[in-house]
Nanobody, 123 residues
Framework: QVRLVESGGGSVQAGDSLRLSCAVS????????IGWFRQAPGKEREFVAV????????TYSDSVKGRFTISRDSVKDIMYLQMNNLKLEDTAVYYC????????????????WGQGTRVTVSS
């Protein structure tokens, strides 16, 4: 079982930056994919970014490409999501999740989820 705990959410203004953290523990292997997803009010859960736990391989959604960066701290066992130039439409609850399948971008293939951290972007 993989355990994931998100932190770092908050309320910011458009154009600001925020860094989310996902602390990972349990039976995690280098070929697990760790993904970030988000869910805005009234909308379906949306893929944001994914990276192998080994640190290799990265995929971003088109909506965040060039603004968000996913990275891993191998000492602290944390997967980060650095979010720059935040926009109003980035407002959502952000979740990290683990998948034993390679580089998935579909939520149903992720079998371990954190509790989420809320990000609110205002003008």
């Amino acid at each position: 079982q993989v355990r994931l705990v998100e932190s770092g959410g908050g309320s910011v203004q458009a154009g600001d930056s925020l860094r989310l953290s996902c602390a990972v523990s349990g039976r995690i292997f280098s070929n697990h994919a760790i993904g970030w997803f988000r869910q805005a009010p009234g909308k379906e859960r949306e893929f944001v970014a994914v990276k192998y736990w080994s640190g290799s391989g990265t995929t971003y959604s088109d909506s965040v490409k060039g603004r968000f960066t996913i990275s891993r701290d191998s000492v602290k066992d944390i997967m980060y999501l650095q979010m720059n130039n935040l926009k109003l439409e980035d407002t959502a609850v952000y979740y990290c999740a683990a998948s034993p399948r390679p580089m998935q971008t579909t939520a149903r293939f992720f079998n371990s989820w954190g509790q989420g951290t809320r990000v609110t972007v205002s003008s």
